[in-house]
Nanobody
Framework: QVQVVESGGGLVQPGGSLRLSCAAS????????MGWYRQAPEKQRELVAS??????????NYDDSVKGRFTISRDNAKNTVYLQMDSLRPEDTAVYYC???????????????WGQGTQVTVSS
């Protein structure tokens, strides 16, 4: 089985910063893609940022609402991605979820795994 664990959420004032971490562990042959999603109360879950782990160069994608403020990065050796969030706004308040697309064997299929989520609250 594969586990995906997020950390780093919390309460921050508007304009502040937080860094989220997401680590995948377990039966992993390769991870193709990881992404951060968020879900605010009474809203649908939405993609915030994603990164491809098997290509070199710029392999990132951002929602327009976070471009220039959030940065996703990876550490392939640790099966970990990070989300650096700067210039946070109250509308960034949500539960942030990490998603990983994982192959557990060389010839097996790719499955999607989710973490349990971490709360980010931006408020004065």
């Amino acid at each position: 089985q594969v586990q995906v664990v997020e950390s780093g959420g919390g309460l921050v004032q508007p304009g502040g910063s937080l860094r989220l971490s997401c680590a995948a562990s377990g039966k992993i042959f390769s991870i193709n893609h990881m992404g951060w999603y968020r879900q605010a109360p009474e809203k649908q879950r939405e993609l915030v940022a994603s990164i491809n782990l098997v290509t070199s160069g710029d392999s990132t994608n951002y929602d327009d609402s976070v471009k220039g403020r959030f940065t996703i990065s990876r550490d392939n050796a640790k099966n970990t991605v990070y989300l650096q969030m700067d210039s946070l706004r109250p509308e960034d308040t949500a539960v942030y979820y990490c998603n990983a697309h994982v192959k557990s064997s060389v010839s097996g299929p790719t499955f999607s795994f989710w973490g349990q989520g971490t709360q980010v609250t931006v408020s004065s």
